[in-house]
């Protein structure tokens, strides 16, 4: 595997607090990987970092790209979705009056920009590529089960539904990086399952690699091939989950010793 992206003494302050603080980490092409920590360990604010909802105090993240290694730090969070990195949020945030079909359309209008003649006049070219993206659309919310529910409201559906909405959202702007945060959170068990069989089959059928933030460790030990650990903002451990269900630090520090 090579490296995809990469985080080098990452560092974020705020005020006198230390949210993050010079964290090193990788992830490397069609990864699954996880990272966990107790509640203000600084997952978010990491996730934030490397999206670009938040700027840096100091350190650096570089992606590599198809024109070579690019650092992400400073980049507007649009520019680097356009780059190839993706993500969904704690609390969800669809366009909940819009059909299922909308939400997913609009986000693949940042990759299917179409001429401003050909939009204002409706050219042919206009409607043949809204046809086609149509398509596009409700090919992805089949591989999700999610095409009977196309027309549907998205406000209508059930909670765990709009979680997964959230995530064929995410992967319409064809990502090289996922980054899920806390995708399991308000689902019952019989959801999470599910989930669990989603993130898999997303790693392996898209092909990209899956960073996700998650307090249900089932399902962080049934599909995380590597996990971060972090604590006060700073890296406790890395490893595989087996290297991480054996570490001390990590079952003092968070996991507990029934795990």
């Known amino acids: 595997m090579s490296v995809l992206l990469e ?16 964290v090193n980490m990788h992830l490397d092409d069609n990864e699954l990987i996880a990272l966990i920590g107790p509640n203000g360990a600084g997952k978010t604010t990491l996730f934030n970092l490397m999206t670009g909802q938040t ?7 570089t992606l590599r790209t198809d024109s070579g290694v690019q650092v992400l730090n400073g980049r507007k969070p649009y520019k ?13 945030r669809l366009f909940k009056e819009l059909s299922v079909l909308d939400n997913v359309l609009i986000s693949m209008t940042s990759k299917n920009k179409e001429g401003l003649v050909s939009s204002l006049f409706r050219l042919p070219a206009f409607y043949k590529t809204e046809a086609r993206l149509v398509k596009e659309a409700m090919d992805l919310l089949k591989i ?17 539904a709009q979680r997964r909405l959230e995530i064929v959202r995410a992967l319409a702007t064809k990502p090289k990086i996922l980054f899920l945060d806390e995708p399991a959170a308000g689902m019952n068990p019989e959801e999470t399952a599910a989930l669990t069989a989603t993130i898999r089959q997303i790693q392996q059928d898209f ?14 030990m049934n599909v995380a091939e590597r996990i971060y650990v972090l604590q006060y903002g700073k890296l ?5 989950p087996q290297e991480i269900q054996a570490n001390q630090a990590v079952i003092d520090a968070y996991l507990g010793g029934g795990v």
């Not at 560092?11 to 949210?19: H, M, Y």
């Not at 680097?80 to 969800?92: E, H, K, P, S, Y």
């Not at 092909?207 to 933030?213: C, D, H, M, R, Y």
């Not at 406790?236 to 595989?240: D, I, K, V, Y």
């Open 7 to 22: 985080v080098k003494d990452l560092t974020k302050n705020f005020g006198g607090l230390a949210a993050v603080s010079n």
């Open 55 to 61: 700027v840096p105090s100091a350190g650096s993240i």
């Open 80 to 92: 680097i979705a356009d780059m190839g990195l993706a993500r969904t949020f704690q609390n969800i």
């Open 144 to 160: 999700f089960h999610m095409q009977d529910l196309a027309d549907t409201t998205a406000n209508n559906m059930p909670y765990g």
């Open 207 to 220: 092909g990209i690699t899956v960073l996700l933030i998650e307090h249900d460790m089932s399902l962080v």
């Open 236 to 240: 406790l451990a890395e490893g595989t």
